[in-house]
């Protein structure tokens, strides 16, 4: 199960990363509405892994 969480969360981080390097809406002060998607996606993809890190 976690590296199952382990690899959506390296997924989300790489759709994240690819969509910013090609959008021209999005900025490191905004982004465009899939961006935030993308990075709200990412973002509690890595809290959820990084507390099941800390629970061991």
Known sequence: ??????GRYMAAARAYREHEQQCTSC?????????????DLFSQLQDA???RQRRG
């Open 27 to 39: 900025s490191s002060a905004a982004r465009c509405g899939a961006g935030q998607r993308l990075y």
């Open 49 to 51: 892994y990084l507390a």
């Open 1 to 6: 199960m976690a590296e199952d969480l382990y």
